[in-house]
């Protein structure tokens, strides 16, 4: 029951605080480019064990991930002012071509999770240098859209008030701003929501949409702006996803993994609704999307092919 999470900053530290008030696995090993952090912040977190669930806290090497049964990818470089997205790509494609390798080399049989941004082409970068390495693809997966369809759930489920839990809806395609929110799709308690809405008297016309899609879209955009970072729902998420790892639960979540021929689309990464396991990613639902959705999913998925082409070079 050990997780690695390599990268220490705001999204790998909180992801192991969730980790631990959750009570998810029995061993964390923090790892850093910048030791000295990585042994801070596995320090800080060792001391909220005993308020919450027994288990115990390090910082190590890429070695000690050795019997790890998932590892988080949190580590990324930042924009540069005046930087392109593109030279960022590159930079963080370069971060991957060490991190991956070193990772596999320790924990060959461990289910790698990406949560760096942008997190589909780095889900895709890390799926191929972990298969340089002999690791199947469905073993590497991102985080992807769950964030995002935990906020449509969630505003969905203020708008009708219902519990979000019982509020089935997805966000799909890219983790960006070309992300599709599956309105035709959604069901209430296992009701069409349109059905739900007439039989409640409840009003949710296009503009009320088009806000919650508004929010959904924004939400990471109104955060930076407020205190510079996300990092609790990522956090949350991540410890979501590895208690369906390490407890084989089989959960469907709209994580990003390499597409497969089912879906229609192939040789990029984006989020679909997926059966989520020990091993990783072990199918891929076939979405009756409307028409709409349809086209405004190929965008998305366009939207995260030319990325990848543009760093061809770099992989």
Excluded at 32 to 60: C, I, M, S
Excluded at 105 to 134: C, K, Q, W
Excluded at 287 to 300: M, T
Aim: glycine share 10%; proline share 3%.
């Amino acid at each position: 029951m050990k997780i690695g999470i390599v990268g220490s900053g705001f999204v790998g530290s909180t992801a192991a605080y969730a980790l631990i008030v959750a009570g998810v696995g029995r061993d964390i090993v923090l790892v850093d480019k910048d030791a000295k952090r990585a042994r801070a912040e596995a320090n800080d977190l060792r001391h909220a064990v005993p308020f919450a669930r027994p288990l115990t806290v390090r910082d190590g090497g890429y070695e000690d991930l050795a019997g790890s049964r998932m590892v988080v990818i949190a580590a990324g470089v930042s924009q540069k002012p005046g930087e392109s997205r593109l030279d960022l790509l590159k930079r963080n494609a370069a971060v991957f071509r060490e991190v991956v390798p070193s990772v596999t080399a320790h924990a060959p049989d461990a289910v790698l999770v990406v949560a760096t941004n942008p997190l589909d082409i780095m889900t895709y970068m890390a799926a191929r240098f972990a298969s340089e390495s002999g690791v199947s693809s469905s073993r590497v997966l991102g985080s992807g859209t769950m964030l995002d369809t935990a906020r449509f759930r969630s505003l969905l489920g203020d708008r009708v008030g219902v519990d979000p839990q019982h509020v089935h809806a997805y966000v799909i395609g890219e983790h960006g701003d070309s992300e599709v929110l599956t309105w035709s799709l959604v069901t209430v308690g296992s009701m069409h929501l349109e059905e739900f809405c007439i039989q409640k008297g409840i009003r949710l016309d296009d503009e009320t949409r088009q806000g919650i899609d508004g929010d959904v879209r924004n939400a990471a955009y109104t955060i930076i702006e407020g205190k510079g970072a996300t990092y609790y729902g990522i956090g949350s998420a991540l410890a979501k996803l590895a208690d369906v790892i390490l407890h084989d639960q089989r959960s469907v979540l709209t994580v990003s993994a390499p597409a497969d021929t089912a879906s229609g689309i192939s040789d990029v990464s984006i989020s679909l609704p997926r059966v989520v396991g020990g091993a990783g990613v072990l199918s891929t639902l076939d979405l009756p999307l409307d028409k709409h959705e349809e086209r405004a999913l190929a965008r998305s998925t366009e939207v995260v092919r030319e990325a990848v082409v543009s760093l061809q070079g770099a992989l």
